[in-house]
């Protein structure tokens, strides 16, 4: 049954990122092309061979073209600098739509394990009434007891939101917080 839930909450997943790609603006169609080409062994190659041809060019060598170029290569410095700075905003586009996508899907994820929640506590709920209807005399588990309680996701986040808002603490030290933030709610 688990199996089968893991494989309806995977195609989930993929048809979500398929449906969303499918919505890109043809602009970030085009950025996740070029992109996905930039990171390429083929690109650096590319362009190690037309620089190296740029010079070999404007040292003289290739007398029926001619030196348009002079050392110290300064069109050659400024069509660098041009793709360079074209390169990062089209993978700074591809960035963009990739940090959407994750924050969709840590949402999802988030909704999940709110879900999640919910069902396990609720299956602690009827073992526990389970336990107390077959051991009549049983001893109260404090640790059950606090287990069984909802957790207030809303105040989870708000105090988080403070704490974070009036901190400047390293990540270590906000994870210290979250921990105790949980555990003083139960």
Request: hydrophobic share 45%; proline share 2%.
């Amino acid at each position: 049954m688990a199996e089968v839930r893991d494989k309806r909450s995977f195609y989930l997943i993929k048809s979500f990122e398929a449906q969303a790609a499918k919505k890109r603006p043809f602009s970030i169609k085009l950025a996740d092309i070029f992109t996905s080409q930039f990171g390429t062994l083929t690109f650096l190659v590319v362009n190690i061979i037309f620089f190296v041809v740029w010079i070999y060019i404007n040292n003289g060598h290739v007398k029926w073209i001619g030196v348009f170029d002079p050392y110290p290569y300064i069109f050659l410095t400024m069509t660098v600098s041009l793709e360079a700075i074209v390169l990062s905003i089209i993978v700074l586009i591809s960035q963009n739509r990739e940090n959407q996508m994750n924050s969709l899907r840590q949402d999802l994820q988030l909704q999940v394990n709110l879900i999640a929640e919910r069902e396990i506590t609720k299956v602690l709920k009827l073992l526990k009434e389970i336990r107390e209807e077959i051991k009549k005399d049983c001893e109260t588990d404090v640790e059950l007891d606090d287990m069984t309680k909802n957790i207030d996701a809303g105040y989870i986040e708000r105090k988080l939101q403070e704490q974070l808002v009036n901190s400047d603490k390293p990540i270590t030290e906000i994870t210290e917080i979250i921990k105790e933030t949980i555990n003083s709610k139960k």
